[in-house]
C-alpha cells in the first residue's frame, strides 16, 4: 500500500511557540487532511485541502496541499496546552479509493 | 448534524469468543470505512462499504467481515478472537465523488479488550 512518511514523530515545545510538521507520500494525491486525536478518543479532522497549492487556516491551524502533490503541511501558531495530542496527515491518492495515514506527531506543550 | 456513533465505546472479550460492533455514520454519507488502530501499527484500513457492498479491503484475515444496512448504518464482526485484536476500532463515514471521497469524519472508537 501507500506510504506516508509523517515528520516528527514527537514534539516538545514550549506554550506559545509555533510547530510545523509535515506529510510526504511516494504518490500523488488528490486530497490531504489533518486530524487530532485525543488519547482514547477518535481523530478529529482539522483541515481538508482538495488543490495542488491550497493553504487553508482553521483558527491558528494552517496547511497547505504541496505544489507536486506529493506532501503536505500543517503549521500551528501560538501553541496552547489544549493543543496537546497526537496529529495525522492523511491522504487520497488519484489511483485510489481509500485514505492511507501517516504514524502521527505527538505533540507536548509545556506550559 | 449529528456525528459519527459507534457503540459499544468498550468492550472486553475472551480468546475465542466473536464481537459485533456498531457504527452509524453522518446522515447523508454513504460510505463506512473501519480502521483497527494499535500504538504498533498505528490506523490500518479493514474495509470500506457502500451502498450495502464492500467496496475495499486491506490485508486483514477472513475472521474480520462487515456489513452495511440500507440506512447506510455498519456492522463488523470479528469472529474467534485472539489477542493481538487488542485494538481501537474506528469507523469513518465519507461523501463521495465517484469512487472517491471527500473528507472522512471519524467516530469515537470502539475499544476491544481481548483476555
Known amino acids: 500500500g501507500q506510504q506516508l512518511n509523517q515528520s516528527p514523530q514527537s514534539m516538545f515545545i514550549q506554550e506559545g511557540e509555533d510547530v510545523s510538521m509535515n506529510c510526504t507520500s511516494s504518490?500523488?494525491?488528490?486530497?490531504w487532511l489533518w486530524y487530532k486525536q485525543d488519547p482514547g478518543e477518535g481523530p478529529v479532522l482539522l483541515i481538508a485541502?482538495?488543490?495542488?497549492?491550497e493553504l487553508t487556516s482553521n483558527g491558528r491551524l494552517t496547511a497547505q496541499f504541496g505544489i507536486t502533490r506529493k506532501d503536505s503541511f500543517l503549521n500551528i501558531s501560538a501553541s496552547i496546552p489544549s493543543d496537546v495530542g497526537i496529529y495525522f496527515c492523511?491522504?487520497?491518492?488519484?489511483?485510489?479509493?481509500?485514505?492511507?495515514f501517516g504514524t502521527g506527531t505527538s505533540l507536548t506543550v509545556i506550559p | 448534524k449529528a456525528g459519527v456513533t459507534q457503540t459499544p465505546r468498550y468492550l472486553i472479550k475472551t480468546r475465542g469468543q466473536q464481537v459485533t460492533l456498531s457504527c452509524s455514520p453522518i446522515?447523508?454519507?454513504?460510505?463506512v470505512s473501519w480502521y483497527q488502530q494499535t500504538p504498533g501499527q498505528g490506523l490500518q484500513f479493514l474495509f470500506e462499504?457502500?451502498?450495502?457492498?464492500?467496496?475495499n479491503k486491506g490485508n486483514f484475515p477472513g475472521r474480520f467481515s462487515g456489513r452495511q444496512f440500507s440506512n447506510s448504518r455498519s456492522e463488523m464482526n470479528v469472529s474467534t478472537l485472539e489477542l493481538g485484536d487488542s485494538a481501537l476500532y474506528l469507523c469513518?463515514?465519507?461523501?463521495?465523488?465517484?469512487?472517491?471521497?471527500?473528507?472522512?469524519?471519524f467516530g469515537p472508537g470502539t475499544r476491544l479488550t481481548v483476555t
Open positions: 504518490s500523488i494525491f488528490n486530497t
Open positions: 469513518a463515514s465519507s461523501r463521495t465523488r465517484g469512487l472517491a471521497h471527500y473528507e472522512q469524519y
Open positions: 485541502l482538495y488543490k495542488a497549492g
Open positions: 492523511a491522504g487520497q491518492p488519484d489511483t485510489g479509493n481509500q485514505f492511507y
Open positions: 446522515s447523508g454519507h454513504r460510505s
Open positions: 462499504y457502500f451502498s450495502e457492498t464492500q467496496r
